[in-house]
C-alpha cells in the first residue's frame, strides 16, 4: 500500500520538485497540502491554511514533507511527529542546530522516520566523486557557487530575514557535497560574510576550511566561495585535487564530473525523485537519517564569521 503523504509549504521547490517526484513515485499517495496562502493543488483532496488543521482533519496520514522556509520547520516537523506521522525536511532542515537535535530526539521518542534531504547529494557525479576520493589526500578544495538571487529567488523576502540563511540557502548545497565527497572531515577556519546594509542575511561569503590535527588535509588550500550578485552565466563548481596528482571537478551543482580533464559522468538531474526513493526506503526500514554535517559548517561559519557591510540590496 503506497504511504499517504502530505506538504506543508507550496512555494517554487514544493510546485517544480516535490508535487512531481511524489506523483510519479508509487509509493507514495499524495492528500493533503497545506499553504498560508490558501494554494491548493488540483487533483489531491485536501488543502488547508493550517498545518494543525491538516493533522488532526486528515487522521490516516503517513508522512508529511516540510518544505516551508526554515524558521517555522521545526514546530511544524515537531507537531507531524507527536501526531505519528514521519517527517521530511527540505533544506536546511530547520532554523538552528538545536532545532534539528530536537527533531532527531522527537523522532526517536515516536519510532518514526526523520530524514534530512541534501538535495545535491543525490546526483550521480556526487557519488561518483565520493567513491574516487575514498582514501585519497585532499590538497585542495575550491568551492565557487555564484548565482543571481533575482533570478532564483524573486520576491522571497524571508531569504533576507535572520534565520533565512540569505546566500548560504543555495551555498549549503555546495557544502553538502563537500561532506559527502571529502574522505576526512573539514572545518571553518574563517569566514567573510557580507551582508547589505539592509538585510539580516549575507549575500556573499568567503570561506577557508582547516582539517583536524593529523588528518591527510591539514595543511590543504580548502576554500569556498558563495555570492548571490552573480548575473549571466551562473556557477555551481567544486574542484578538488590530491596528493597523488589527480584533478576533480563537479560542475552544473553536481550532476557533471571530469576527472583529469575527462568527463566521466554528466547525467540530467534526478534529485528529487532519489530523495523519495531514499524516504521510502527508510520508512520502509524503520530508520531515520539526520545528516547534520553542512549544517555544521553553515553554523560556524556564522559563529565566528566576519560581518562586512555593503550596498544595500534591492530585489
Partial sequence: MPLNIAIVGLGKITQDQHIPAIKANPAFRLVAVASLRGLSVEGVPHAFKDHRAMLAAVPDLDAVAICTPPQPRHAIARDALAA???ALLEKPPAATLSELVDLKTAAEAAAKTLFTTWHAQ???AVEEARERLA???VTRLAVTWKEDVRVWHPGQEWIWQAGGFGVFD???NALSIVTRILPEPVFVK???LSFPANR???IAADLAFGAAAGAPAGDADLTAAFDWRQTGEQSWDIAVETADGARFLLEKGGSRLAVDGKVVVD????EYPRI???FAALVRDGRSEVDEAPFRLVADAFMIGRRIAVEPFAS
Fill in 84 to 86: 505519528g506521522k514521519h
Fill in 122 to 124: 543525490y546526483n550521480a
Fill in 135 to 137: 582514501g585519497r589526500s
Fill in 170 to 172: 543555495p551555498g549549503i
Fill in 190 to 192: 574563517r569566514a567573510d
Fill in 200 to 202: 539580516d542575511a549575507p
Fill in 267 to 270: 547525467q540530467a538531474s534526478a
Fill in 276 to 278: 523519495y526513493e531514499r
